[in-house]
């Protein structure tokens, strides 16, 4: 939670930075956004020592695959970096690269989920 606020607070300032500069210097604005979103992604990356840490907890238990995992990380990445590059394309008046960006992340999280997909159908066909 206290993470959640300062990124919270970084992004507010920067946002009311960026809609000030934003008529006197545009470049500057979307220079603004874009770095404030890698610091904030960088803050979000420690969110995620709880999620490795319960994964490592069931690997030890219960023996979960890494073949598991992996995938859904993957997939979770491409939709979060296709989804704040299409952001700032279409902040800087890029739609058209921003929808690529978006097709290009779905086409990253089908191919991340691909052996998932086959790890299911194999123990699917086992079953059978």
């Known amino acids: ?9 970084v992004l507010l300032v920067s946002g009311c930075a960026a809609l000030l500069i934003r008529k006197s210097n545009p470049e500057m604005s979307l220079t603004l956004s874009a770095a404030a979103l890698t610091v904030v992604f960088g803050a979000a990356l420690t969110l995620l020592r709880p999620v490795r840490d319960a994964w490592e907890k069931a690997q030890e238990l219960y023996g979960v695959s890494d073949v598991y995992l992996q995938p859904v990380i993957k997939c979770c990445a491409a939709a979060l970096v296709a989804k704040l590059t299409a952001d700032l394309c279409r902040e800087a ?11 290009l992340g779905v086409l990253c999280a089908l191919g991340a989920a691909m052996p998932l997909i086959g790890s299911m159908l194999s123990a699917i066909g086992e079953l059978l």
């Open 1 to 9: 939670m206290d993470v959640l606020i300062k990124i919270c607070g």
């Open 93 to 103: 008046s890029q739609n058209a690269a921003a929808s690529a960006a978006e097709f």
